[in-house]
């Protein structure tokens, strides 16, 4: 009985930690996905954590063919992984993006409960204040219904663009995380024969 209440236990620690944990999504950038016929390409790695409000962006981008102008998040489209939308991040662009280049690479964390993380209309279009554009953002994401893009002098609209899509874990890391049970089980198994 002791037993399976531990098992129960830590069965449920694993999931509610996975449900607190930060989001981690990827976007492969490039015209096709933008409808342009660039030759430039990039990549990007965004981290959404609601317990933290706090968003982390990432981007590496070459081969554009005009200068920057901008970069930020859009949310949320009709439909998964189709579609476009609105800016829901910072305009015109994430601040500290590197603008006037054709190759590049940002990095920054925002605070999401920050008006200046967000389109001003973005936050009015979900409740009016910050929280309820996270929350609409995160529900976006996990739906695939955002989307990075960078633009340039040349594409107003933009030049490239990828949908952001969940980053799969390592298969080794639930398998660790099951070792991890089996360990304390047998600890726990052994301990009990001893007394």
């Known amino acids: 009985m002791k037993l399976s209440l531990l098992v129960f236990g830590i069965a449920l620690w694993l999931g509610s930690a996975a449900v607190a944990a930060p989001i981690t999504y990827v976007a492969t950038l490039n015209g096709p996905n933008e409808g342009t016929a660039s030759p430039g390409i990039g990549s990007g790695l965004v981290i959404i954590d609601t317990t933290a409000n706090t968003l982390f962006v990432m981007e590496s981008f070459s081969g554009l063919v005009a200068p920057t102008t901008a970069s930020h998040i859009h949310c949320c489209t009709g439909t998964p992984l189709t579609g476009t939308a ?105 301990n009990r024969q001893t007394r």
């Open 86 to 190: 609105g800016v829901a991040t910072q305009l015109p662009s994430f601040s500290l993006f590197p603008l006037s280049v054709f190759s590049g690479s940002f990095m920054q964390t925002f605070d999401l409960t920050m008006g200046s993380s967000w389109n001003p209309a973005f936050i009015s279009a979900n409740g009016g204040t910050p929280a309820g554009a996270e929350a609409t953002l995160a529900a976006g994401l996990a739906a695939g219904d955002a989307y990075l893009n960078i633009h340039t002098t040349q594409f107003p609209g933009g030049e490239i663009e990828g949908f952001l899509t969940p980053q799969v874990p390592e298969p080794g890391t639930f398998g660790l995380a099951l070792f991890g049970v089996a360990g304390l089980l047998a600890w726990r198994r052994r």
